[in-house]
């Protein structure tokens, strides 16, 4: 069983940075597959991104070049830096940790409660 705990949302304006953290429990957090995802309101959940170590990351295009994913096993969490913030990146966003079951699926099978970013224009 693994818990994911996120936090270092907040209110930023447009064209700045943030930094999200997602603190795992487990003894297997370097096995997963870790991700970021996002939900705008009235909008389907979307992925952001994701990292492993035998794939390495992968981003949504929306996000590519401007945000950044990266682990610390030795701290069990998982990090989203944001750059370049627009007002359509505001969401809540969401930390996960799954399983490759194939080149490009992942099976999400823990997920934390979720942190709001919200970008002012």
């Given at each position: 069983?693994?818990?994911?705990?996120?936090?270092?949302?907040?209110?930023?304006?447009?064209?700045?940075?943030?930094?999200?953290?997602?603190?795992?429990?487990?003894?297997?957090?370097?096995?997963?597959?870790?991700?970021?995802?996002?939900?705008?309101p009235g909008k389907e959940r979307q992925f952001?991104?994701?990292?492993?170590?035998?794939?390495?990351?992968?981003?949504?295009?929306?996000?590519?070049?401007?945000?950044?994913?990266?682990?610390?096993?030795?701290?069990?969490?998982?990090?989203?830096?944001?750059?370049?913030?627009?007002?359509?990146?505001?969401?809540?966003?969401?930390?996960?940790?799954?399983?490759?079951?194939?080149?490009?699926?992942?099976?999400?099978?823990?997920?934390?409660?979720?942190?709001?970013?919200?970008?002012?224009?």
């Amino acid at each position: 069983q693994v818990q994911l705990v996120e936090s270092g949302g907040g209110l930023v304006q447009a064209g700045g940075s943030l930094r999200l953290s997602c603190a795992a429990s487990g003894r297997t957090f370097s096995s997963y597959v870790m991700g970021w995802f996002r939900q705008a309101p009235g909008k389907e959940r979307q992925f952001v991104a994701e990292i492993s170590w035998s794939d390495g990351s992968t981003y949504a295009d929306s996000v590519k070049g401007r945000f950044t994913i990266s682990r610390d096993d030795a701290k069990n969490t998982v990090y989203l830096q944001m750059n370049s913030l627009k007002s359509e990146d505001t969401a809540v966003y969401y930390c996960a940790g799954g399983v490759r079951l194939a080149p490009k699926t992942v099976r999400y099978d823990y997920w934390g409660q979720g942190t709001q970013v919200t970008v002012s224009s």
